[in-house]
C-alpha cells in the first residue's frame, strides 16, 4: 500500500491520441506536496504518512500549525493529510512527491468535496420524475407527492428522499484511470470527471479495487528536500602514490624558498 498525494483541481479539457481520438481528462497539479510527519506502529499504533501540500499565508496558521512545521522543518502548509501506508513505503520527511508517483494507465481513486447547489428541490436533488402535466394536478408538477403512509405507521421513514441542501459532501470516485503526467511542471491528467470546483483539493490514491501496475515505483516518486546533503554518504580515498607526489611538490617548494636571516647587502 503506497502513499497518494493531495493535488489542486485545475480544470478541464481534451487531449488527442495518434489515431484522432480525443479523450476529455481532468488536469490536477501537485504544489510542493511534502511529507510533514509520518506515523509508525511503535509510536502511534499505526503507519501513514502526513503531506502538506500549497502555500498559504502565515498569520493564518495557528501557533500549534507553526510548532509543527517548524519540528519537521519544512515550509508551512494550506492543506495536510494523511495516507495510510505499509512499513516498507513510509517516505522521508522533507521529500517532495513528483507526479510521476503514478503512471500512465493506472487506475487511482479521487477524494474531493462536491460543488454546493444550494437548496435543491426532488426533481434535480434525486431525480423523480414530478407529478403529471394535467389531469387535476394543480401548481403542483415538481413537488415530491406523499411523503408517508396513513396513520398506520403514521410518520416518515428516516432516510426519505425529499428536498433539501444539495452538494458541498465528500465524494469519492473510484477506477478512473490516468492518462498522462508531466513530472516537470506537476501535471496529472485524469480521465473523466473529477469530484470538487476548480481550485478545489482532491485526494488521489491508488485505487483499491485494481491491481498497481508493476511499473508503479515504490515506495514512490519523489526528490529530496532541499535542506538535506546530496553528497554521497562515503569519499574515495587518495591513493597512496598521490599523497607520495603531494608530499615531494611541499619539499621542493620550501627548499626553493630564502633561508630567513641571510646575508644583505
Request: charged content about 25%; overall charge positive.
Amino acid at each position: 500500500m503506497r502513499s497518494g498525494v493531495i493535488a489542486q483541481k485545475v480544470g478541464m479539457t481534451r487531449i488527442f491520441t495518434d489515431a484522432g481520438e480525443h479523450i476529455p481528462v481532468t488536469v490536477l497539479r501537485l504544489e510542493n506536496c511534502q511529507v510533514v510527519g509520518q506515523r509508525t506502529a511503535e509510536k502511534n499504533g499505526y503507519t501513514a504518512v502526513q503531506l502538506g501540500a500549497g502555500r498559504p499565508k502565515v498569520k493564518r496558521l495557528t501557533r500549534a500549525e507553526r510548532g509543527s512545521f517548524a519540528v519537521a522543518n519544512v515550509e508551512p502548509k494550506r492543506k495536510v493529510a494523511e495516507f495510510r501506508v505499509s512499513p516498507e513505503n513510509l517516505i522521508d520527511v522533507g521529500a517532495e512527491i513528483t507526479a510521476d508517483h503514478f503512471v500512465e494507465g493506472q487506475f487511482v481513486d479521487v477524494s474531493g468535496t462536491s460543488i454546493g447547489k444550494g437548496f435543491a428541490g426532488v426533481m434535480k436533488r434525486h431525480g423523480f420524475s414530478g407529478l403529471r402535466a394535467s389531469h387535476g394536478v394543480s401548481i403542483k408538477h415538481r413537488s415530491g407527492g406523499s411523503t408517508g403512509n396513513s396513520q398506520d405507521p403514521g410518520k416518515v421513514f428516516k432516510g426519505k428522499k425529499m428536498a433539501g441542501h444539495m452538494g458541498d459532501v465528500r465524494v469519492t470516485t473510484q477506477n478512473l484511470r490516468v492518462v498522462k503526467t508531466d513530472p516537470e511542471r506537476g501535471l496529472i491528467m485524469i480521465r473523466g470527471a473529477v469530484p470538487g470546483s476548480k481550485g478545489g483539493w482532491v485526494l488521489l490514491s491508488d485505487a483499491v479495487k485494481r491491481a498497481l501496475p508493476d511499473a508503479a515505483p515504490k515506495p514512490g516518486a519523489f526528490r529530496k528536500g532541499a535542506g538535506e546533503d546530496t553528497k554521497p554518504a562515503t569519499q574515495a580515498r587518495p591513493e597512496a602514490a598521490d599523497i607520495a607526489a603531494a608530499e615531494a611538490q611541499s619539499a621542493e617548494t620550501q627548499s626553493a624558498e630564502p633561508a630567513e636571516g641571510g646575508d644583505k647587502e
